[in-house]
C-alpha cells in the first residue's frame, strides 16, 4: 500500500483545513487507519484514528470537538477535517494504515505511511 496526503497550506487562525489521504497502490479498505503530526523540533504524535468499517474514532485530546476523521472506502480515501484551527496545530500532518488497533498512538505499530503535508496555521 502507498499512500498519498493532500490538503495541507497556510490558513489563518479560526480557519479550516481538509486533509485527504489516498491510497496510490493498493488498498485500505480492511485497515484501521490514522493521522498523525510532527511540530517542529518535536516527536510524532497520534492525532485521530478510525477502524476498518468507520464505525469508531479516537481523538487526541487537543483536537477532540475541531477535527474529524472520516473515510471514504469506495474510494479508497481517509479525510482529517480541521475547524477552528490554533497556531499550535502547525505541523507536517501524516496519514498512516494498518495497526493492530485504531487506537494505536505509538507510530512504531502503523505500518503505512504517506509523505506527510505541511499545515500552517498563523496568529
Known amino acids: 500500500v502507498q499512500l498519498q496526503a493532500s490538503g495541507g497550506g497556510l490558513v489563518q487562525a479560526g480557519g479550516s483545513l481538509k486533509l485527504s489521504c489516498a491510497a496510490s497502490e493498493g488498498t485500505f479498505s480492511n485497515d484501521n487507519m490514522a493521522w498523525f503530526r510532527q511540530a517542529p523540533g518535536k516527536e510524532l504524535n497520534f492525532v485521530a484514528g478510525?477502524?476498518?468499517?468507520?464505525?469508531?474514532?479516537k481523538y487526541e485530546d487537543s483536537v477532540k470537538g475541531r477535527f474529524t476523521i472520516s473515510r471514504d472506502s469506495a474510494e479508497n480515501t481517509v479525510y482529517l477535517q480541521m475547524n477552528s484551527l490554533k497556531p499550535e496545530d502547525t505541523a507536517v500532518y501524516y496519514c498512516?494504515?494498518?495497526?493492530?488497533?485504531?487506537?494505536?498512538?505509538?507510530?512504531?505499530?502503523?505500518?503505512?505511511w504517506g509523505q506527510g503535508t505541511q499545515v500552517t496555521v498563523s496568529s
Open positions: 498512516a494504515a494498518r495497526a493492530p488497533s485504531y487506537r494505536s498512538t505509538a507510530s512504531s505499530v502503523w505500518d503505512y
Open positions: 478510525i477502524s476498518r468499517g468507520g464505525g469508531l474514532k
